[in-house]
């Protein structure tokens, strides 16, 4: 009987032990399967947020390759921001460009630049720079001097949610990212923005009785 008992103890305790081992598996299982799902979801984001622009390289600056772009810089698609980029280097004093909002005295030295002055519709130049309207009004202008030396990110703008009703794509523009406009540029010359209006060009629409 005694045999018996112990018989029957050690069967006992390899039991207890089998369970936690099996729960041990298949949450193991569980974790992985889990585990491959999120990076397939990942995967196919990364996939479906695509640039459809070029870092781009322009006069006067010169790639640092192992230079690190600062967080928040590049971002996912409908957040701003750029969609990529890289780090360059002033190689020479270069003529940059932002458009701002004179109701907040930060705005006119801000992190976002251009090469070129802005010019002809204010929406296309939304568009292209992807600045939704609560972002700026746009009706101030500053030209400045990016010093030699200044080390700024350019990239093709990435995709932004302005609101529910409308989202601006992702643009091949290029624009400047400067993490402290302040001390890199110099020469600064601002211009108060004004109405200026031009007629649209009319389109013809044929009559259908006649065709």
Request: net charge positive.
């Amino acid at each position: 009987m005694r045999l018996l008992n112990q018989y029957l103890t050690k069967s006992q305790q390899q039991t207890a032990f089998r369970l936690p081992l099996v729960a041990f598996t298949i949450a193991a299982l569980s974790a992985c399967s889990s585990s491959n799902l999120t990076s397939a979801s990942t995967n196919k984001l990364n996939k479906t947020a695509q640039c459809i622009g070029e870092i781009e390289q322009h006069n006067g600056l010169v790639l640092l390759p192992n230079a690190q772009v600062p967080s928040g810089v590049i971002q996912p698609a409908d957040k701003g921001g750029l969609c990529k980029g890289q780090v360059f280097v002033a190689s020479k004093d270069i003529t940059i460009w932002r458009a701002w909002n004179s109701e907040y005295n930060g705005s006119k030295l801000g992190k976002w630049w251009t090469f070129d002055k802005p010019l002809g519709s204010i929406s296309q130049y939304r568009r292209e720079n992807v600045i939704c309207p609560s972002y700026s009004p746009l009706d101030m202008l500053v030209s400045c001097t990016l010093k030699a030396g200044s080390q700024v990110v350019i990239g093709p703008g990435q995709s932004a949610k302005c609101s529910d009703y409308f989202t601006y794509p992702a643009s091949k523009m290029n624009q400047l990212y400067l993490a402290d406009a302040k001390s890199a540029v110099i020469n600064c010359q601002t211009y108060d923005g004004r109405f200026s209006w031009q007629t649209q060009p009319q389109i013809s629409v044929q009559d259908t009785n006649s065709l």
